[in-house]
């Protein structure tokens, strides 16, 4: 009875596991309705990954294990967004069990964040500054 038991319990363990693991993936797809198809999405992440290796493969040995990884996420969320927004989803619940994994992509995220925030502030006033000087050359030639 004893054996029974365990048996029963081990198989009904390995049960919710399964319909976990299930309802897990199944919950990664997007809705019919929202007309975004998994298959040729993924190809063309697939693809767009691959062409981030072919055009890294004479590099140093940091862009060749980071660019194609980038080139392909941000495929997916110009191909799939919903799914690729489920899947980080589920990532980030994973990350939020183990604090020091949690706090480095948050700073990170941050990091990026301000460079971006930077680098679109910087452009502007380049822009301004440029737009300035065109702006004084034609006031002096409307002069002359």
């Given amino acids: 009875v004893t054996a029974e ?3 029963n319990d081990l198989m009904s363990r390995f049960l919710h596991l399964e319909s976990s ?6 919950s990664l797809a997007p809705p019919k309705e929202s007309g975004e198809h998994l298959l040729p999405g993924g190809i063309y992440v697939l693809v767009a990954a691959m062409a981030g ?7 140093n040995i ?4 980071t660019v194609p990884a980038a080139v392909g996420i941000g495929a997916a ?10 899947v980080g ?25 301000h460079v971006w925030q930077t680098g679109k502030a910087h452009s502007q006033m380049g822009l ?7 702006e004084g050359v034609r006031e002096a030639v409307e002069e002359w």
């Fill in 5 to 7: 038991n365990k048996t």
């Fill in 21 to 26: 693991f299930t309802s897990t993936i199944a």
């Fill in 53 to 59: 290796s072919i055009v890294t493969r004479n590099r």
């Fill in 62 to 65: 940091l862009l060749r294990a």
């Fill in 77 to 86: 969320y110009a191909v799939l967004p919903l799914t690729t927004r489920n």
């Fill in 89 to 113: 989803n589920l990532v980030w619940s994973y990350e939020e069990r183990y604090p020091v994994i949690r706090d480095n992509h948050l700073r990170l995220r941050n990091q990026i964040s």
């Fill in 128 to 134: 301004a500054m440029a737009e300035d000087k065109v």
